[in-house]
């Protein structure tokens, strides 16, 4: 079979622009994402407004025993830990390893942020065996840079941006792979039910999932006060114009 070229979507900032700049080279890339039905609604709403912009559908993949992140939760018992979240394991990456084939190549949105540029590199050599490559890190575009992108794009930026969280995802029950309180005091503050509700599942199975002065704590023990982080500001450099430029 031709191998085929998987972007691998997010329903992010950081995501659209590696769409752009993978379907510029293959018009015939295919856009992928994995369902978690844990997604805020507005990501939805940028997932239609992006797909139109690039004149593209996504195929979606499901888990074929789990409902959702809370299903997975609720049946494993365990939320995160040394060995990771299973909601990531069962509901992207099970489904990920179901529909590739060898010789895929896999773009995925890292964006030129040194946090991101780490993260690609384990994705690397945990997955020594794919053909993988992030865009934007070839480019140098940062996350600041991804976002004013989407703007400069004509589209309008999921509203988990302007909230000061750094990704989009996850904003139904919070990500659990997070461990630092100025995500969870921030995913407090702007979705308290949300955060009430894992918060209360986590006691009650034991998971200590943030780190105060190294120590493992529950979140709901996060102070009140706890300072929340600002929203990154969109900021575009001469690498944006160079990309938007091959991009078009």
């Known amino acids: 079979m031709t191998p085929r070229t998987l972007i691998w979507w997010s329903t992010g900032a950081a995501s659209f622009v590696a769409a752009q700049l993978a379907l510029r080279e293959n018009p015939e890339a295919i856009i992928v ?21 690039l004149n593209a559908s996504v195929t979606l993949l499901k888990s074929g025993e789990y409902e959702s992140v809370w299903d997975v939760w609720q049946k494993r018992r365990y939320m995160s830990g ?18 590739q084939r060898p010789g895929d190549v896999h773009v995925f949105g890292y964006t030129a942020d040194r946090e991101d540029v780490e993260r690609f590199e384990r994705l690397k050599s945990t997955y020594f065996e794919l053909i993988v490559r992030a865009p934007l890190i070839e480019h140098g575009i940062t996350k600041a840079a991804s976002l004013a992108m989407v703007e400069r794009a ?3 930026l999921p509203r988990s941006y302007a909230m000061g969280f750094p990704n989009a995802n996850c904003l139904q029950t919070g990500c659990v792979k997070a461990t630092s309180p100025d995500y969870w005091a921030l995913y407090r503050k702007h979705f308290p039910e949300n955060f009430a509700r894992t918060a209360a599942y986590a006691r009650e199975i034991g998971a200590r999932l943030t780190r105060i002065n190294g120590e493992r704590r529950f979140i709901d023990e996060i102070p009140e006060d706890w300072p929340v982080r600002k929203p990154i500001v969109p900021a575009c450099d001469f690498l944006c114009a160079i990309a938007e430029m091959e991009s078009v």
């Open 82 to 99: 040394i060995n990771g979240a299973p909601c990531t394991s069962e509901m992207k990456v099970a489904p990920r390893l179901a529909f």
């Open 33 to 53: 994402r994995c369902e978690t039905n844990n997604e805020d609604p507005d990501n939805y709403r940028f997932e239609a407004d992006a797909m139109r912009r």
């Open 154 to 156: 004509g589209l309008k």
